[in-house]
């Protein structure tokens, strides 16, 4: 992450890029990169000028295309104009990428990909760095799904794009953060990360009630534990130690 005074990255790629120079020497600096990548200052910066941004010239870029091929109508029947509205989408992804991933865009000139590979190669790209799963994320391929309504316009497709916006930006920030966690945190075991907390949480003045369930907990269950015994809410594996009377 960049160091206070630094300039902070304005891509994912640059991010990425200096992720690889991160190498914590133990938990305290793995613990400490998460923070510095946690903190709302850095979860704003990522949200305010890549995701969002992105996302704004994601839809620009498809309704400008769509605009290009419909003539600026958006009663324009969209039925069964598969082959334009996969050509918009491949338009609007360009712009979210040259944003947010330079490297992906670059990929289908250095590999000489014609207009399908291009969908497939952005689309699938797309979706999995939003973490799309069909369920709480939609793909973007959705849109794709329009052109089978008879009823369905050009007005439908645009209407649809800043539906998927919020989702798409949460699930891209979860995902970076997956990124994050593992490349700090995979090369120590669970039980190893229980241990590292147990004498912090016993400085907080709590006491581990369930050890099983303590040890076995996943990377996901110690930081919540981490932060909610820093901000004092408590957990179920944890109770405020009781004091004895001799």
């Known amino acids: 992450m960049a160091k206070k005074g630094e300039k902070k990255p304005a891509n994912l790629d640059e991010l990425l890029d200096s992720l690889k120079q991160e190498h914590s020497k133990g938990l305290d600096e793995s613990f400490k990169a998460f923070d510095a990548f946690s903190n709302e200052e850095n979860q704003n910066h990522l949200y ?3 995701f969002y941004p992105a996302q704004q010239d994601l839809y620009t870029g498809i309704v400008q295309e769509l605009d290009k091929i419909f003539g600026k109508n958006d009663t324009a029947s969209v039925h069964k104009k598969e082959a334009e509205v996969k050509r918009a989408i491949v338009a609007g992804l360009k712009k979210y990428f040259a944003k947010t991933h330079p490297a992906v865009t670059k990929a289908i000139d250095s590999l000489g990909m014609d207009a399908d590979e291009a969908y497939e190669h952005l689309t699938s790209q797309y979706d999995r760095h939003v973490a799309a799963d069909g369920r709480k994320i939609p793909s973007i391929t959705g849109l794709v799904e329009l052109v089978k309504g008879k009823k369905n316009t ?32 995979s090369k120590y075991h669970g039980a190893e990360i229980a241990g590292y907390l147990k004498p912090k949480l016993e400085q907080e ?30 957990h179920q594996y944890v109770g405020r130690r009781e004091e004895r009377h001799h």
């Open 205 to 234: 003045g709590f006491e581990i009630k369930d050890k099983v369930g303590f040890a076995q907990g996943d990377l996901g269950e110690m930081l919540r534990l981490r932060e909610q015994y820093i901000l004092k809410k408590g």
């Open 154 to 185: 050009v007005g439908h497709v645009k209407r649809q794009i800043p539906e998927l916006t919020q989702k798409h930006i949460e699930g891209a920030l979860g995902r970076l953060q997956g990124q994050y966690l593992q490349h700090h945190f």
């Open 48 to 50: 305010n000028n890549i």
